[in-house]
């Protein structure tokens, strides 16, 4: 008697055993770490969002413009100060930094919160300085842990990854104000209760999911990321949607709840392309280990000048090198060791520009709350305003990482020259504010956005190209130092000055005197007029300083700057 036919369960137990590796694929591979930072960099911009509630700390606290905009400062300065992020990522895994930015996002934003609701007792200007830059400064360490993590992984995409994850970034103050909307309607004081919870508990799902991945790249790599812009854009069109529809009709909280409902389903979009692309990966992979069945004989995947019989999981025993050649740093293009960049000329010409282009456009940024009050806009106008700069400043940062690397492949142009051009259009920026263009401030919004988050991608790239990958996590922190400094001088000495002087002046032509703990208030167009005309001016100077950059970078971009790259892997 012949024996039953086992044949169908066999085949029910290998496709249980290949779902089961396509799930682990996809939960191991190196596509889910990229949605996970996507959606880690969206709720990470609360540095952006400033505008939505700094009303509320200068009417509570009583503050006039100038101790607000100190305290912007130490936001800023929190936010961009990210040297020790840098270092710790050097010699741990990224999940130490990420969670060490989840307590400090949750432990600022949330003292926050308690002094605007007037939980706590009045707390002096220091602390609130305090708690700003520690709140803002967790960015710093997601920012590391995840985008530093994703260009490491992706080194021949890296002008697209860092243009989509600093716009997610960027976008991530009209991402915010829809889902808060839904949750809290018009009540924007617990809107610093949800900066404080939501990246944190996000920062902890994904804490397992953001490490270093080796692998080769994929040849349709540069597709799936432009798959994940499509959708990003698509996120972008509907929230500018959204925002002009606002603008003319009062939404209620039903409405913001639907409004909610789609930007939830285009931030996890992604996870189709995820899904998509690791199946490639793991049929590539099914179809090796079908051949090795057939042919047992073995094949290994190594990486130029490592031994093959060594073990190839990630080290991080990479202590940086702090006083070898300083001042006999390598070819541009080659790893620096950190001392050497940042005493080249290339690297204090960088930071100058970024001094002078970032400090002007967060200064506006920072302003806009005060700005739009001065200028007479109402609180709804503002609050567009605030979410078109963040729309703005997404497609500076897409547009600036994605064009820039199209230039630089087919016309070798300098990425040094996407940045002269992107100061002098901050300058037409700042000039419609000074002199009160009719419609001006929404232009302004619009063009400063764009090149606030412009700025990014070019900055972090170039210290990525320059000086190498092998201290980026520290280097990379260093390219955001120098904006605090120029947001403190054109922001707090100038900006904030100006504006409490105008203000006094109208108070003394009425004949009235501000009582102690009073907001001071400006109102007209002389209220920003002589700074914004300064901001100009120094985006200006920051653009020509930026050409001898592009004079000393142009060789180096006439060359195929990712040969060695391409070189280091090779599959036997």
Same mark, same amino acid.
């Not at 490491?152 to 960027?170: C, D, H, Q, W």
């Not at 970032?358 to 200064?363: A, D, I, R, V």
């Not at 020259?417 to 263009?437: D, K, P």
């Given at each position: 008697?012949?024996? /039953?036919?086992?044949?169908?369960? %066999?085949?029910?137990?290998?496709?249980?055993?290949?779902?089961?590796?396509?799930?682990?694929? @996809?939960?191991?591979?190196?596509?889910?770490?990229?949605?996970?930072?996507?959606?880690?960099?969206?709720?990470?911009?609360?540095?952006?969002?400033?505008?939505?509630?700094?009303?509320? *700390?200068?009417?509570?606290?009583?503050?006039?413009?100038?101790?607000?905009?100190?305290?912007?400062?130490?936001?800023?300065?929190?936010?961009?100060?990210?040297?020790?992020?840098?270092?710790? =990522?050097?010699?741990?895994?990224?999940?130490?930094?990420?969670?060490?930015?989840?307590?400090?996002?949750?432990?600022?934003?949330?003292? *926050?919160?308690?002094?605007?609701?007037?939980?706590?007792?009045?707390?002096?200007?220091?602390?609130?300085?305090?708690?700003?830059?520690? %709140?803002?400064?967790?960015?710093?360490?997601?920012?590391?842990?995840?985008?530093?993590?994703?260009?490491? =992984?992706?080194?021949?995409?890296?002008?697209?990854?860092? %243009?989509?994850?600093?716009?997610?970034?960027?976008?991530?103050?009209?991402?915010?104000?829809?889902?808060?909307?839904?949750?809290?309607?018009?009540?924007?004081?617990?809107?610093?209760?949800?900066?404080?919870?939501?990246?944190?508990?996000?920062?902890?799902?994904?804490?397992?999911?953001?490490?270093?991945? !080796?692998?080769?790249?994929?040849?349709?790599?540069?597709?799936?990321?432009? =798959?994940?812009?499509?959708?990003?854009?698509?996120?972008?069109?509907?929230?500018?949607?959204?925002?002009?529809?606002?603008?003319?009709?009062?939404?209620?909280?039903?409405?913001? @709840?639907?409004?909610?409902?789609?930007?939830?389903?285009?931030?996890?979009?992604?996870?189709?392309?995820? *899904?998509?692309?690791?199946?490639?990966?793991? #049929?590539?992979?099914?179809?090796?280990?079908?051949?090795?069945?057939?042919?047992?004989? /073995?094949?290994?995947?190594?990486?130029?000048?490592?031994?093959?019989?060594?073990?190839?999981?990630?080290?991080?025993?990479?202590?940086?090198?702090?006083?070898?050649?300083?001042?006999?740093?390598?070819?541009? %293009?080659?790893?620096?060791?950190? +001392?050497?960049?940042?005493?080249?000329?290339?690297?204090?010409?960088?930071?100058?520009?970024?001094?002078?282009?970032?400090?002007?456009?967060?200064?506006?940024?920072?302003?806009?709350?005060?700005?739009?009050?001065?200028?007479?806009?109402?609180?709804?106008?503002?609050?567009?305003?605030?979410?078109?700069?963040?729309?703005?400043?997404?497609?500076?940062?897409?547009?600036?990482?994605?064009?820039?690397?199209?230039?630089?492949?087919?016309?070798?142009?300098?990425?040094?020259?996407? +940045?002269?051009?992107?100061?002098?259009?901050?300058?037409?920026?700042?000039?419609?504010?000074?002199?009160?263009?009719?419609?001006?401030?929404?232009?302004?919004?619009?063009?400063?956005?764009?090149?606030?988050?412009?700025?990014?991608?070019?900055?972090?790239?170039?210290?990525?190209?320059?000086?190498?990958?092998?201290?980026?996590?520290?280097?990379?922190?260093?390219?955001?130092?120098?904006?605090?400094?120029?947001?403190?001088?054109?922001?707090?000495?100038?900006?904030?000055?100006?504006?409490? !002087?105008?203000?006094?002046?109208?108070?003394?032509?009425?004949?009235?005197?501000?009582?102690?703990?009073?907001?001071?208030?400006?109102?007209?167009? #002389?209220?920003?007029?002589?700074?914004?005309?300064?901001?100009?001016?120094?985006?200006?100077?920051?653009?020509?300083?930026? +050409?001898?950059?592009? @004079?000393?970078?142009?060789?180096?971009? !006439?060359?195929?700057?990712?040969? !060695?790259?391409?070189?280091?892997?090779? @599959?036997?």
């Amino acid at each position: 008697m012949r024996a /039953p036919d086992h044949g169908g369960g %066999g085949t029910s137990i290998r496709s249980w055993v290949d779902m089961k590796g396509l799930v682990l694929q @996809v939960l191991t591979g190196r596509w889910l770490m990229v949605f996970a930072s996507f959606l880690m960099m969206v709720t990470a911009g609360a540095s952006y969002m400033f505008g939505l509630y700094s009303n509320d *700390i200068k009417f509570v606290l009583g503050y006039d413009q100038t101790t607000l905009n100190l305290i912007s400062f130490f936001k800023d300065l929190g936010a961009n100060v990210g040297i020790l992020s840098g270092l710790i =990522n050097e010699v741990t895994p990224p999940w130490v930094v990420l969670s060490i930015g989840a307590v400090l996002n949750f432990l600022g934003h949330f003292m *926050i919160w308690l002094a605007i609701t007037q939980k706590i007792p009045k707390p002096q200007v220091w602390h609130m300085c305090l708690y700003m830059s520690i %709140g803002a400064n967790s960015h710093t360490f997601t920012n590391t842990g995840a985008l530093v993590t994703c260009v490491k =992984n992706f080194p021949e995409s890296r002008g697209v990854v860092l %243009g989509l994850l600093k716009g997610y970034t960027g976008i991530s103050a009209a991402v915010i104000s829809q889902l808060y909307h839904a949750a809290y309607g018009d009540d924007t004081k617990s809107f610093t209760l949800v900066v404080a919870w939501l990246p944190t508990a996000l920062s902890l799902v994904f804490i397992g999911t953001i490490r270093i991945i !080796k692998a080769s790249r994929h040849p349709n790599e540069l597709r799936a990321f432009y =798959n994940f812009l499509y959708i990003s854009l698509g996120l972008a069109a509907f929230l500018l949607i959204i925002i002009v529809v606002e603008k003319r009709f009062r939404f209620s909280q039903s409405q913001y @709840v639907g409004s909610a409902a789609v930007v939830l389903f285009l931030l996890f979009l992604p996870l189709a392309v995820v *899904i998509m692309e690791e199946y490639k990966v793991w #049929q590539s992979k099914r179809s090796i280990s079908q051949n090795l069945d057939s042919d047992p004989s /073995p094949v290994k995947i190594v990486t130029e000048g490592q031994n093959p019989d060594a073990i190839s999981s990630p080290t991080y025993k990479n202590v940086p090198s702090w006083n070898k050649d300083i001042f006999n740093p390598p070819e541009i %293009g080659e790893d620096f060791t950190i +001392l050497q960049a940042l005493f080249s000329i290339e690297m204090l010409t960088l930071l100058l520009a970024t001094v002078c282009g970032l400090g002007g456009t967060m200064t506006m940024m920072d302003n806009l709350g005060q700005i739009g009050t001065s200028f007479g806009y109402p609180l709804r106008s503002i609050r567009n305003f605030v979410s078109l700069t963040s729309i703005w400043n997404f497609l500076g940062q897409v547009v600036a990482g994605i064009g820039s690397e199209m230039f630089i492949i087919k016309y070798k142009w300098p990425r040094p020259l996407i +940045l002269t051009a992107v100061l002098l259009l901050s300058c037409v920026g700042h000039l419609l504010i000074a002199f009160n263009v009719p419609y001006g401030l929404y232009v302004s919004s619009v063009v400063t956005g764009f090149c606030f988050g412009a700025h990014w991608p070019l900055i972090f790239t170039l210290i990525s190209e320059l000086f190498g990958l092998k201290y980026y996590s520290t280097l990379y922190n260093f390219g955001g130092l120098a904006s605090p400094i120029g947001l403190y001088l054109l922001n707090v000495r100038v900006t904030g000055y100006l504006y409490d !002087k105008e203000a006094k002046k109208q108070m003394a032509a009425l004949g009235l005197q501000r009582k102690v703990g009073e907001e001071l208030n400006c109102v007209g167009g #002389q209220c920003f007029k002589l700074s914004f005309i300064i901001l100009a001016v120094v985006a200006l100077f920051g653009a020509l300083v930026s +050409l001898l950059l592009v @004079v000393r970078t142009r060789k180096f971009y !006439k060359s195929d700057i990712y040969k !060695k790259f391409r070189d280091e892997v090779r @599959v036997a």
